[in-house]
């Protein structure tokens, strides 16, 4: 989150300068201040505060011990088989790196569980670029090509950080997953950003609004919510308040910070 941090210092430098000068230096600042965020809204309109605060996709060709998923010629993601699994599982990722790089998870699963690692659009080597509709559709070809390979068996979704709102979304569809993990995840992705960016008008510019709330509230599946106490990037209480919304959610929370949880052996998705 370093270029959150920068933006949010530079900001904070305009208004410390505008107050700290001769009198009348906290109107000017709040002047320039204004004059600073209509200069992001009409020259960033379009990417809003996504390639700030949200997308860092890396592209890396190393190697890795998942293989690779495709469709249709083209790759979509990752995946880690069992021959006649009792349970599969897609994971969506979070925000920074790519797929090959979350074979982590594998670690979290049972031995009898499948693993599927869905790519976002303009992450690693799959065309195209993020955004909130880009990634749920990338979402929804996912998992129909998963229960079409696996009609019998039961698909849940994991969702870590940013990816907890691709899988929430999956849960709102009329024939959603059997499960939901969400791992450091938010409630709304709107107030995550209002709190890394207190200065700006958030709603103005974030075009992707993931809301985990609404997007889990008809949903009738097990789900389980693992909170981080240390999390300083989704800061713990987004995923307390996203279990409160959800009485029938059981929440776990871990000693541990945003991307701990798996090093540590801190997270078993299993029975």
Same mark, same amino acid.
């Given at each position: 989150?370093?270029?959150?941090?920068?933006?949010?210092?530079?900001?904070?430098?305009?208004?410390?300068?505008?107050?700290?000068?001769?009198?009348?230096?906290?109107?000017?600042?709040?002047?320039?201040?204004?004059?600073?965020?209509f200069?992001?809204?009409?020259?960033?309109?379009?990417?809003?505060?996504?390639?700030?605060?949200? *997308?860092?996709?890396?592209?890396?060709?190393?190697?890795?011990?998942l293989?690779?998923?495709?469709?249709?010629?083209?790759?979509?993601?990752?995946?880690?088989?069992?021959?006649?699994?009792?349970?599969?599982?897609?994971?969506?990722?979070?925000?920074?790196?790519?797929?090959?790089?979350?074979?982590y998870?594998?670690?979290?699963?049972?031995?009898?569980?499948?693993?599927?690692?869905?790519? *976002?659009p303009?992450?690693?080597?799959?065309?195209?670029?993020p955004?909130?509709?880009?990634?749920?559709?990338?979402?929804?070809?996912? *998992?129909?090509?998963?229960?079409?390979? *696996?009609?019998e068996?039961?698909?849940?979704?994991?969702g870590?950080s940013?990816?907890?709102?691709? =899988?929430?979304?999956?849960?709102?569809l009329?024939?959603p997953?059997?499960?939901?993990?969400?791992?450091?995840?938010?409630?709304?992705?709107?107030?995550?950003?209002?709190?890394?960016?207190?200065?700006?008008?958030?709603?103005?510019?974030?075009?992707?609004?993931?809301?985990?709330?609404a997007?889990?509230?008809?949903?009738?599946?097990r789900?389980?919510?693992?909170? =981080?106490?240390?999390?300083t990037?989704i800061?713990?209480?987004?995923?307390?308040?996203? =279990?409160?919304?959800?009485?029938?959610?059981?929440?776990?929370?871990?000693?541990?910070?945003?991307?701990?949880?798996?090093?540590?052996?801190?997270?078993?998705i299993?029975?």
């Open positions: 989150m370093n270029r959150t941090m920068r933006l949010t210092e530079l900001i904070g430098g305009v208004v410390r300068a505008g107050m700290t000068r001769r009198p009348g230096g906290f109107r000017r600042s709040r002047f320039v201040l204004v004059v600073f965020l200069g992001i809204v009409v020259n960033r309109a379009p990417a809003m505060l996504e390639s700030t605060f949200l *997308y860092f996709p890396t592209h890396s060709e190393a190697g890795t011990d293989q690779e998923w495709r469709a249709g010629g083209k790759l979509i993601g990752y995946l880690s088989p069992v021959a006649s699994p009792r349970m599969v599982w897609l994971m969506f990722h979070g925000n920074a790196g790519q797929a090959s790089d979350r074979g998870v594998r670690g979290s699963l049972r031995n009898t569980d499948a693993l599927f690692i869905a790519e *976002y303009g992450y690693g080597r799959r065309k195209g670029s955004s909130m509709d880009s990634i749920n559709a990338a979402a929804v070809e996912a *998992y129909a090509l998963l229960r079409t390979l *696996y009609p068996v039961p698909i849940g979704v994991i870590e940013l990816g907890s709102g691709p =899988a929430s979304y999956l849960c709102s009329p024939d997953p059997a499960r939901a993990v969400l791992i450091v995840p938010f409630d709304n992705l709107a107030a995550v950003a209002g709190e890394h960016f207190p200065f700006l008008p958030v709603g103005l510019l974030l075009r992707d609004k993931w809301d985990n709330v997007a889990l509230a008809g949903y009738a599946g789900v389980d919510i693992y909170g =981080a106490l240390q999390d990037i800061p713990v209480h987004h995923a307390r308040q996203l =279990a409160q919304a959800l009485p029938r959610a059981t929440y776990h929370e871990v000693d541990c910070g945003h991307n701990d949880w798996s090093s540590r052996g801190l997270v078993k299993g029975d």
